[in-house]
T-cell receptor, first 115, second 115 residues
Framework: GAGVSQSPSNKVTEKGKDVELRCDPI?????LYWYRQSLGQGLEFLIY????????KSGLPSDRFSAERTGGSVSTLTIQRTQQEDSAVYLC?????????????FGEGSWLTVV | AQTVTQSQPEMSVQEAETVTLSCTYD???????LFWYKQPPSRQMILVIR??????QNATENRFSVNFQKAAKSFSLKISDSQLGDAAMYFC????????????FGTGTRLKVLA
């Protein structure tokens, strides 16, 4: 597609429920990132996928968070047993790593509210 | 570990005036990239400008320019002839080169443009 696409754009869920957030990166981009942005805060790195390499999961805050990337394209971030502190905007980004300077392109984010 | 610090949570500028947003970072690496991203209310992150650490010349993009001081680990953004459309959150970001493609972001500066 023309840009990074994320869905849903907004999600309200009850505490304890599981949620799935989807990211469709720019076609041909081999790298995919998930970041979390809490209200008034900066971007917190969650996870990074690069081609067929093992993902860098160092930013996932707990074992309730997981992500997968199928076929090197679409990615799903899953949050199990959601808590109120999970409320944030979840931003996905992608980049092409075939050049020296790899600018990342962000989607518009998925705003998650846990009530 | 690398860190990025933006010490100005909020800045205001009069339309047509010039404003400078500050960013400092901490790293032991010699090669890296620095970026400024803009996040308008739409939430989508937009690349404003980028700088390669090995280049001494400061990057410029139309009304946007940076003052890159490698020894001081400072990377400020100057916006000239400010326009109402410049109002947004601005994030400073760091990326190692080569190696990890993880981007480290600051906490952001909210820029208000006054008519």
């Amino acid at each position: 597609g023309a840009g990074v696409s994320q869905s849903p754009s907004n999600k309200v869920t009850e505490k304890g429920k599981d949620v799935e957030l989807r990211c469709d990166p720019i076609s041909g981009h081999t790298a995919l990132y998930w970041y979390r942005q809490s209200l008034g805060q900066g971007l917190e790195f969650l996870i990074y996928f690069q081609g067929n390499s093992a993902p860098d999961k160092s930013g996932l805050p707990s074992d309730r968070f997981s992500a997968e990337r199928t076929g090197g394209s679409v990615s799903t971030l899953t949050i199990q047993r959601t808590q109120q502190e999970d409320s944030a905007v979840y931003l996905c980004a992608s980049s092409y790593t075939g050049t020296n300077i790899n600018t990342i392109y962000f989607g518009e984010g998925s705003w998650l509210t846990v009530v | 570990a690398q860190t990025v610090t933006q010490s100005q949570p909020e800045m205001s500028v009069q339309e047509a005036e010039t404003v400078t947003l500050s960013c400092t970072y901490d790293t032991s690496e010699s090669d890296y990239y620095l970026f400024w991203y803009k996040q308008p209310p739409s939430r989508q992150m937009i690349l404003v400008i980028r700088q390669e650490a090995y280049k001494q010349q400061n990057a410029t993009e139309n009304r946007f320019s940076v003052n890159f001081q490698k020894a001081a680990k400072s990377f400020s953004l100057k916006i000239s002839d400010s326009q109402l459309g410049d109002a947004a959150m601005y994030f400073c970001a760091y990326r190692s080169d080569p190696g990890t493609y993880k981007y480290i972001f600051g906490t952001g500066t909210r820029l208000k443009v006054l008519a």
